[in-house]
DNA sequence: CGTCGTGGTATGTCTAGACATATTGATCGC
DNA sequence: GCGATCAATATGTCTAGACATACCACGACG
């Protein structure tokens, strides 16, 4: 009943034909001037719902060629890696955080002198839980010459992804998961048994091209999975 | 000295000051007639920047009361999870394929009755290969009643994930990655030792609610990360 | 004092055009 | 036949407005 706006309209009804198969890969999309007449509007909002098409991925624009549908590429996921204290509070259950190990060093490695930055790393190790059974064990280290407040902070009691979520934005990162097996010192302080499955999830964060932190979180394989819930209709947009 | 849109420089130099941290969660954008003015543009120009950092969660509009830097939510991520021939033929590799087994059988428990829709299933089990070295062991359940096609399709050849990625779209998926032990089978089969850490990938699609596949892909721990690279400015963008 | 309009304001949507730019397809010259 | 040039065309960007809509603040009324 509410009258939707028309380009969500024409956006709707283009992504039905592609999705429903009307309109497969490569086939030509209406011309704009075409939808425009289809639909008694401007060229300006046919044009809102191509442009949105095409930011979606579902259709490519080529000029003087027209608008086509796009090959499918790869199943592009968004996969929503929260805040693991945000994430399971959400899930009702009491979240507890320790902190083992705190120390500030100078950069060891390769991969470390280039996270460094030119100055000393924070090094964290901390357990996170979840209604008191271990969930995850965490490495991180943070680069203190692109977040020197990280000095001040007591991660005794903040979590350090919290507070580097909360207070050091990043610009670029890579996420890689994996699957090990527990070594003796992480199998004694998730209490699992040693060599049992863990994944493993190791996120690095820039700033402008500058390292930020990097992070290793082993969780053990039956009490935890990565689960990511999209549509191709997307999800990201909060007007929906 | 490409003279970039300037709806695009608008947004880069949002973004920036989003980023570098000069506009803090909850802080206001300017007024677009402000931005108007300073950028010496129409409105339309400055409203589909502060559009498009709105489509990528950066800023939330509100009538009346204008836009401010959106509070960060949790890590949202670009996963691409592309078909597993094209990966592996993409890094340079061989790419093997075997069909161990394939039956049509009716649905056997709860889960597998909403996926078959009324119809019969199609079960195959597939072993995917790069340089001749086992990937990943492929448990593939296709819905007949929403993708009669499959019947036809020789799984011999054709890997279900390429085929079903190209002629049958879906709407929605969840992905869900974890840890697992290798059983006795799995490890003959991936060259493993039995109980090894391997990453288990369970993706189940649909179409306008109904389930089209359901997929399970074990990897060895040691030859296989999911890897996720992206950036908050957004990697979806084919323009960039 | 509380509650219900009401007006002002900022964004949301849309129009009818304009010029720019890239690409295709055809024409022309060799 | 083949290649270079050129015009037609579809999209990309942008303008200057218009009306719609949601929301907040303020004031009037009970």
């Known amino acids: 009943m509410t009258p939707d706006p028309l380009h969500r309209r024409i956006y ?19 011309f704009e ?11 300006a909002t046919v044009s809102k ?14 000029r003087r060629a027209g ?18 204290r945000a994430e399971v509070m959400e899930r009702g259950q009491a979240y507890g955080y320790r ?13 470390e002198i280039e996270l460094a930055a030119g100055g000393p790393l924070l090094a964290l190790t901390c357990l996170h839980s979840a209604d008191s ?18 000095i001040k902070v007591n991660f005794q009691s903040t979590p350090p992804g919290t507070w580097l979520l909360d207070y050091e934005p990043w610009t670029e ?8 097996e527990a070594d003796a010192l992480t199998a004694r302080l998730l209490q699992i048994k040693p060599g049992a499955a863990c994944l493993s ?25 990565l689960v990511a819930l999209f549509s191709s209709a997307h999800a990201k947009d909060p007007s929906r």
């Open 67 to 84: 608008s086509f549908v796009a090959q499918p590429k790869a199943h592009a996921a968004f996969l929503a890696i929260p805040d693991l």
């Open 12 to 30: 709707a009804d283009l992504e039905g034909r592609i999705l429903s198969g009307e309109l497969s890969p490569g086939a030509r999309i209406p």
């Open 201 to 225: 999830v190791e996120r690095r964060t820039w700033r402008d091209g500058q390292g930020v932190t990097r992070v290793r979180q082993v969780f053990p394989g039956d009490r935890f999975d």
């Open 173 to 180: 990162a890579e996420n890689r998961i994996g699957a090990v």
């Open 133 to 150: 059974v271990p969930l995850a064990l965490e490495h991180r280290l943070i680069a203190l010459a692109v977040a020197p407040q990280a």
């Open 33 to 43: 001037h075409e939808l425009t007449a289809q639909y008694g509007c401007s060229r």
């Open 99 to 111: 902190l083992l190990d705190q120390k500030q060093r100078g950069p060891d490695g390769g991969a």
């Open 49 to 62: 719902a191509l442009s949105e098409l095409a930011g979606r991925g579902l259709v490519t624009r080529r």
